[in-house]
Structures are given as C-alpha cells and as structure tokens.
C-alpha cells in the first residue's frame, strides 16, 4: 500500500466511526423517546386517576426529562453536523447529555415509586 492510500483510508475511517456511532445513538434516542412517552403517559394516567397527587414537583421533574431530551438530541445533531476533528469531543458531550437524561428518569421513576410529591 502506498503512502498516499493510506492517507485516503484513514479519514474514510474515521467518518465510518462517526457515522457508524451516529447511527446508534439516533437508534438510543428514538428508543428513549418511545420509554419517555411510556413513563409520562403512566405518571399522568395515575395522577388522573388519584393512585398519584398531581405536583410541582412531579410535573418539574416531567419537565426536566422532556428538556434534557431535548438537550441530548441537539447534541447529536452537533455531533452529526461536526467535522472529523470535532465528532469524538461532540461524542463526550452527547455522553454528558445521555447521563443527564438517565439521572432525570431515575429521578422521576422514583417520585413516582413513592407516591411522593
């Protein structure tokens, strides 16, 4: 192989990884969207039907999810968007988000295992 072949291969893959990662995280964050919807329809169909008191709390930790959701999707658009010398520090940044989402869930689950408000 040639000097010059080698330079050719080494960006193509770098942009397979990239975009090989990007296909999975869009995967993760359509199947957290469908567990969101469940979990948020499940909290308001028990406060609707009083196993549940309707909160603040409860709805600003409903809130918290939907934004940190949010956050961690326009990370992924930033990392997709992002060049072959950005993507891998644009990953640990859409990482943090995903952590952020993990933590609003548990944090929800939990208000919601305790009947807290």
Same mark, same amino acid.
């Given at each position: 192989?040639?000097?010059?072949?080698?330079?050719?291969?080494?960006?193509?893959?770098?942009?397979?990884?990239?975009?090989?990662?990007?296909?999975?995280?869009?995967?993760?964050?359509?199947?957290?969207?469908?567990?969101?919807?469940?979990?948020?329809?499940?909290?308001?169909?028990?406060?609707?039907?009083?196993?549940?008191?309707?909160?603040?709390?409860?709805?600003?930790? !409903? #809130?918290?999810?939907?934004? *940190?959701? &949010?956050?961690?999707?326009?990370? @992924?658009?930033?990392?997709?968007?992002? /060049?072959?010398?950005?993507?891998?520090?644009?990953?640990?940044? !859409? #990482?943090?988000?995903?952590? *952020?989402? &993990?933590?609003?869930?548990?944090? @929800?689950?939990?208000?919601?295992?305790? /009947?807290?408000?």
């Amino acid at each position: 192989m040639h000097k010059h072949e080698l330079k050719r291969q080494v960006p193509f893959n770098r942009i397979s990884e990239k975009a090989a990662y990007s296909k999975a995280a869009r995967k993760k964050l359509i199947e957290l969207r469908a567990k969101l919807d469940g979990v948020t329809f499940i909290v308001r169909q028990a406060t609707e039907t009083g196993r549940l008191p309707p909160s603040t709390q409860l709805d600003q930790a !409903l #809130e918290a999810m939907e934004v *940190n959701y &949010a956050a961690a999707e326009a990370q @992924l658009r930033t990392l997709q968007k992002s /060049g072959e010398d950005e993507w891998e520090e644009q990953r640990t940044e !859409l #990482e943090s988000e995903w952590e *952020n989402l &993990a933590h609003s869930i548990k944090r @929800l689950v939990a208000r919601f295992a305790d /009947g807290t408000s």
